[in-house]
């Protein structure tokens, strides 16, 4: 029933926040039911099971990839780069992610449950990356300004009041070669930097 230690080690370590994606090989869907499936196991306290997930189609992607690059263009817009082309670029990029999911915590009116309701989300995301790694899934959490604008609550028909927005995960299958690379990159401070044992 249960992985060897140092494989569940090894998967942990090994996982790397994904920002390009193998565009020749298709995301299956019983993949991505698998890492959803993962994310629900999560813990949650008080089992108030906090997060919802959509999961985008390519009509809801394009129409969020507009609202996405109307806030980059904004951003990034200069005297050498203006609005327009900023942002049919970010359109273009926002359109390579082979999918895309948006993650949503309901908002409980007590700030304590609130706060562990983040956690738990946050968990379940991490459950949903490490299944999508273990299947040669990459995904990049992130966390910018498509979350906070109202265009995007309007497209999912859910209450700015009600949820909060928390994370937009752009997923897709990545290559065995890419996995390798980005695992060079790892960095972390060793435990004994981290790890205070008292008596
Ligand atoms: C709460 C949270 C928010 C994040 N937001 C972003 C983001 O907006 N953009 C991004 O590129 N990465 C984002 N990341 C990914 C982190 O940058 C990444 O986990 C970190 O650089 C460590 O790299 P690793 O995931 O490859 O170990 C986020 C991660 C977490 C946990």
Not at 146 to 173: C, K, V
Request: with cysteine.
């Amino acid at each position: 029933m249960f992985i060897a230690s140092e494989s569940l080690l090894a998967l942990i370590q090994s996982r790397r926040t994904c920002y390009q994606f193998d565009s020749q090989v298709e995301l299956k869907a019983d993949a991505l039911q698998l890492c959803l499936e993962a994310a629900r196991w999560a813990p949650n306290h008080k089992l108030t099971q906090p997060w919802r997930y959509w999961v985008l189609g390519p009509n809801t992607q394009s129409q969020l990839a507009e609202i996405y690059a109307d806030n980059r263009a904004r951003k990034k817009a200069s005297d050498e780069c203006n609005y327009d082309c900023l942002y049919q670029k970010a359109i273009a990029k926002f359109q390579r992610i082979p999918q895309v999911i948006l993650v949503g915590q309901v908002l409980n009116p007590d700030p304590v449950i609130q706060k562990e309701d983040y956690a738990a989300c946050a968990c379940a995301i991490q459950n949903l990356q490490l299944m999508a790694w273990n299947l040669q899934i990459g995904v990049q959490w992130s966390t910018g300004p498509i979350l906070q604008d109202h265009r995007t609550h309007a497209l999912l028909n859910s209450d700015p009041s009600q949820i909060e927005l928390i994370g937009a995960l752009y997923i897709g299958p990545i290559s065995a070669q890419d996995q390798k690379n980005l695992n060079s990159n790892a960095r972390r401070k060793p435990l004994e930097e981290i790890v205070t044992y008292l008596s």
